[in-house]
């Protein structure tokens, strides 16, 4: 679990290192974190949805980021996409926050995906934001804070 985390740039370069990390080692992109800010302009959705073709190509050469070409263009859409929202992105996800619940005993019982979750992506979908789905939506969650699915005797419960 991460601790809480809100705002609308804040949660911006969360779920776009949540997209570039799919399929990856998440050591990968916290190797990777800070040359992932310098790249997206410390993701400012501002700043990163004028992002055009120059700067795909910047980014596509840039060995300091994971190149996939779908992973950039989708997180300079997913900018857009954000400045065009009539609520406050940090209040959209957190909308989709479940109530606590008990502590699970093993991993077989920390899901992949959860109602919640499969809800945000679809309602992120829906609104035109890409690349990202049921399992990096529950993602986010994780490290966010939205949810707490440490072990029940784990340090980091309750810390």
């Given at each position: 679990m991460g601790r809480e985390l809100r705002g609308?740039?804040?949660?911006?370069?969360?779920?776009?290192?949540?997209?570039?990390?799919?399929?990856?080692?998440?050591?990968?992109?916290?190797?990777?974190?800070?040359?992932?800010r310098e790249a997206f302009a410390d993701?400012?959705?501002?700043?990163?949805?004028?992002?055009?073709?120059?700067?795909?190509?910047?980014?596509?050469?840039?060995?300091?980021?994971?190149?996939?070409?779908?992973?950039?263009?989708?997180?300079?859409?997913?900018?857009?996409?954000?400045l065009e929202?009539?609520?406050?992105?940090?209040?959209?996800?957190?909308?989709?926050?479940?109530?606590p619940s008990p502590a699970p005993t093993s991993y077989s019982e920390v899901p992949a995906t959860t109602p919640e979750s499969i809800a945000m992506a679809k309602g992120l979908k829906q609104r035109g934001f890409r690349f990202f789905g049921p399992t990096t939506a529950y993602a986010l969650m994780q490290a966010t804070g939205m949810v707490n699915d440490h072990l029940a005797d784990c340090v980091a419960r309750n810390p």
């Open positions: 609308d740039r804040e949660l911006f370069e969360r779920m776009s290192l949540e997209a570039f990390q799919s399929g990856l080692s998440w050591a990968i992109i916290l190797r990777k974190r800070e040359h992932f993701f400012d959705p501002a700043v990163v949805a004028e992002f055009g073709e120059v700067e795909v190509a910047r980014l596509l050469g840039d060995a300091g980021i994971v190149r996939n070409r779908l992973k950039i263009e989708a997180t300079i859409s997913n900018a857009r996409t954000l929202l009539d609520e406050s992105f940090s209040d959209l996800l957190w909308s989709f926050a479940p109530p």
